[in-house]
C-alpha cells in the first residue's frame, strides 16, 4: 500500500470553495484504479494549509493510471483554482506498523 501526501495551500477565502470541490471529486478517486480511500485534513495552526491523503495499491496507480486520467483533469479543474502554490506531493510506505 502507497499514501500519497499531497500538502495543499489554498488561497485566502478560498478554503470553502476547496473543500467543495473535494467533496465533488470524492467520486472521482473512489473509482480510480488502485485507490482505496482518501481523506482531507485541514491544519489548526495554518488554516488555510490541507493535506490530503490517499492510499493506492500501488505508486503508478496514482502516478500513471490517475494522473494519465481525465478524472485528474476534472480533478484539477474542481479545485485547481484554490491553489496559492502548486501541492507539494510525496508517496510514503509503511515502514513500521505497531497498531
Not at 485534513?41 to 493506492?56: C, N
Not at 494522473?67 to 508517496?91: I, K, M, N, Y
Request: proline share 6%; with cysteine.
Amino acid at each position: 500500500m502507497i499514501l500519497e501526501i499531497a500538502q495543499i495551500d489554498v488561497k485566502p477565502g478560498m478554503e470553502r470553495d476547496f473543500e467543495a470541490g473535494v467533496t465533488a471529486a470524492a467520486p472521482l478517486f473512489r473509482r480510480a484504479k488502485g485507490c482505496r480511500g482518501m481523506e482531507l485534513q485541514r491544519s489548526i495552526e495554518k488554516p488555510q494549509r490541507y493535506r490530503l491523503f490517499v492510499k493506492w495499491d500501488t505508486l503508478e496507480n496514482h502516478t500513471v493510471d490517475f494522473r494519465g486520467s481525465a478524472d485528474f483533469t476534472q480533478w484539477r479543474e474542481l479545485v485547481g483554482h484554490c491553489f496559492a502554490t502548486p501541492p507539494e506531493v510525496e508517496h510514503t510506505a509503511p515502514a513500521v506498523q505497531g497498531f
